[in-house]
């Protein structure tokens, strides 16, 4: 059986390559069943929600990885955030109808592919930012990782509206070359594997239909799942950072603060003295003075 919502690393035992097998399946239906995505928008999501989750496995690193697609077309902006823990969450925004069988180019149009690694504990955040070069997710992300990491990298994606998966090959820089065509072999193997079999077939399976002939160690799998980072407090912060005049002036006009998160729709409000609560460690000023 397939093991769902779960990431499986192989490697070439003989060679510089390692491979990735994602498949999501609560995980994406728990971003489909926030909001009624354009069946085209589901397809371009869902892909990059598992490039996301393959790439941010290929890493070292604690916080969270961000992929943004910015687009100038009718889908203007998609966001998948992946933590170090393979905690993902999923949104975009578009506008108007979608032809269902729109392809990235003719949703996006021109725009911008943006790549964050936000290491969190004050440390410094890393971004790289390239225009949209290729037609599918697949190809943006396999040229952004050549331009500017300088690997080789190959990615298969599908997705449909009850899962998303994904294989990605890399070309290691520092491994064994005992076996100096296994990278050529491993991409032209790996260019066979069709949409439907990432989808329904279990990695290991598929592993072992690609490469039953190759010397490959499987690592254990790991988990995958759904999770936002918004929180009541939060949004309490972004109300600190308002500043107490502007928040009283939006609260005198009309009585409360309403947020809502794009990710998980979780809807909060602050009344008055949810506000005062807010601010209420920013009271007491030098000396024991008080803010009036």
Request: with cysteine; proline share 3%.
């Given at each position: ?76 902006l998609l966001v998948v955030e992946c933590g170090a823990d393979l905690t993902m969450r999923a949104m975009a925004h ?199």
């Amino acid at each position: 059986m397939k093991q769902s919502d779960s990431l499986q690393r192989f490697m070439f035992e003989h060679a510089a390559v390692r491979g990735e097998i994602i498949h999501l399946d609560a995980t994406w239906k728990a971003v489909l069943e926030r909001r009624d995505y354009p069946l085209a928008l589901r397809t371009v999501l869902g892909e990059l929600m598992a490039a996301a989750a393959l790439l941010s496995a290929t890493l070292k690193f604690s916080g969270s990885l961000i992929m943004q697609i910015q687009g100038g077309g009718p889908v203007r902006l998609l966001v998948v955030e992946c933590g170090a823990d393979l905690t993902m969450r999923a949104m975009a925004h578009w506008d108007g109808d979608l032809a269902e069988g729109a392809v990235l180019p003719e949703l996006v149009g021109e725009g911008r592919f943006v790549i964050t690694i936000d290491p969190k504990k004050g440390r410094q955040t890393y971004q790289g930012i390239v225009d949209l070069e290729g037609g599918s997710v697949a190809a943006v992300l396999e040229n952004y990782m050549q331009r500017s990491e300088q690997l080789d990298t190959r990615i298969w994606l599908a997705a449909d509206s009850h899962g998303a998966a994904g294989m990605l090959l890399q070309k290691m820089p520092d491994g064994p070359e005992a076996d100096t065509d296994a990278w050529n072999r491993a991409v032209h193997l790996g260019a066979t594997v069709k949409s439907r079999e990432l989808l329904d077939l279990p990695a290991r399976e598929i592993i072992h239909r690609l490469y039953h002939e190759e010397d490959i160690r499987l690592f254990d799998s790991t988990p995958v799942h759904f999770g936002c980072t918004c929180s009541r407090e939060r949004v309490a912060n972004t109300l600190r950072m308002l500043g107490y005049d502007e928040v009283r002036s939006l609260l005198d006009e009309i009585g409360y603060i309403e947020a809502d998160c794009e990710f998980c729709n979780q809807h909060y409000v602050f009344d008055a003295v949810d506000a005062e609560q807010v601010f209420a460690s920013d009271v007491a000023g030098p000396a024991g003075q008080t803010r009036h």
